[in-house]
């Protein structure tokens, strides 16, 4: 499996913005796990989208959807990034896009989330269809509202039209929750102007997003590391989860039979706990998909990145034909993020899983469905360990 990429934006605290980053802090945490919606067809893709009354602002206020590009890279840095590199990357061989943004880790209604200042005219163009045709969606934004993904929405439990803390940890403003829209981006739940951002205290196209629709990212982040500042990062938007390339697991980098009994039986005690957006533990009151999963396999001393995405990458993805009892079960259910993994359960065995569905219910043991399903997670302990760090 290759090296997972690392994740590193600065966060709000207050109205200042740390000025180093860690190595192995986490980017923009998303915490978009969600099961599958019940609706279908074109009914389940319009509920992803929704804008709150309408703000006054003129329709020409924003421009009208362009040409739509596909963001493959995000790069970010603790502060702005030189203009000299932005106009190198847009000239770049086989660069279609360019997109600067403002992007920190902040706090929107109680939850640490990946939080973006944008220009709404210019932004759209690099979301998913039904979010970039929305031009109610991005006058709301424009005029000062904060725009957040579905599953926060949905999950987190954050009303539509409703005013809802934003910024640091010490300092936050009220903003109201003017459209629900998934952004595509997995590790971005929250969309603000720039002009908003910067009122809040967030650093000035310290990003960029960056879209390279004939080259594998993978090898133009490689060469884009070459000329990035020293506290700049480069990651693959929404990266493929990775089969093994022979079609089998290696045995001894695997959890023993042990493991997998502490984890099942750890998972066991938190039947009935409350689904918690964001929930990781008994301080939360509850947990959500990945939070269940981090807590579960850290009671045999295997650490988990925060979010299913990231779970996902901490092993070799076999089919669920071949699942065994301690495996995770993952599932690709937003369709506005092809490919990004938004649901995680444990497989027990005999088609029985033990997950924490959605908001509004509990921690429980399910059958196992199949819709969206990518397949079972065989998990390394070293490679979790490692990507936990």
Not at 75 to 98: E, F, M
Not at 122 to 138: C, I, Q, V
Not at 184 to 199: E, K, L, Y
Request: glycine share 12%; hydrophobic share 40%.
């Amino acid at each position: 499996m290759g090296k997972p990429n690392r994740r590193a934006l600065p966060t709000i605290i207050g109205v200042s913005v740390l000025t180093t980053l860690g190595a192995n802090v986490a980017v923009l945490v998303a915490r978009g796990d969600d099961a599958p919606a019940t609706t279908r067809g074109a009914e389940q893709r319009t509920r992803f989208v929704a804008a709150s009354d309408r703000t006054g602002l003129s329709p020409g206020a924003v421009a009208p959807q362009g040409r739509r590009l596909t963001p493959h890279v995000l790069v970010a840095a603790p502060s702005t990034l030189p203009q000299d590199l932005v106009a190198k990357v847009r000239g770049a061989k086989n660069v279609k896009g360019v997109e600067v943004v403002d992007a920190v880790q902040g706090m929107v209604a109680g939850k640490r989330v990946g939080l973006m200042g944008v220009d709404p005219s210019t932004f759209r163009n690099y979301t998913p269809k039904p979010t970039a045709r929305s031009d109610a969606l991005w006058r709301n934004v424009a005029a000062g509202d904060v725009a957040i993904s579905f599953t926060m929405g949905n999950d987190g439990g954050v009303e539509l039209g409703s005013q809802v803390p934003v910024g640091g940890r010490r300092s936050q403003s009220p903003l109201r929750v003017g459209a629900y829209a998934t952004m595509g981006i997995g590790d971005v739940d929250a969309v603000v102007s720039r002009a908003t951002a910067q009122a809040l205290g967030m650093p000035s196209g310290n990003a960029m997003l960056i879209s390279v629709p004939k080259t594998e990212p993978g090898t133009f982040i490689k060469k884009l590391r070459k000329v990035l500042p020293k506290n700049a990062k480069a990651v693959e938007v929404n990266p493929e989860i990775e089969a093994p390339e022979t079609g089998q697991v290696p045995n001894g980098q695997v959890m023993t039979a042990r493991q997998i009994r502490t984890v099942i039986r750890a998972a066991y005690t938190r039947l009935g706990w409350p689904y918690v957006w964001g929930g990781e533990s008994e301080h939360e009151g509850g947990y959500d998909c990945s939070g269940l999963m981090q807590y579960a396999f850290a009671k045999a001393g295997i650490r988990l990145p925060r979010v299913a995405a990231d779970q996902a990458r901490v092993g070799w993805v076999v089919p669920y034909s071949k699942a065994r009892p301690g495996d995770m079960l993952i599932w690709a259910n937003d369709p506005t993020a092809p490919g990004y993994i938004s649901h995680i359960a444990l497989y027990l065995g005999k088609g029985k899983m033990l997950a924490a569905p959605r908001r509004g219910t509990v921690v429980q043991v399910q059958d196992v469905y199949t819709r969206n399903m990518r397949g079972a997670v065989r998990l390394s302990p070293k490679i979790a360990n490692g990507l936990a760090r």
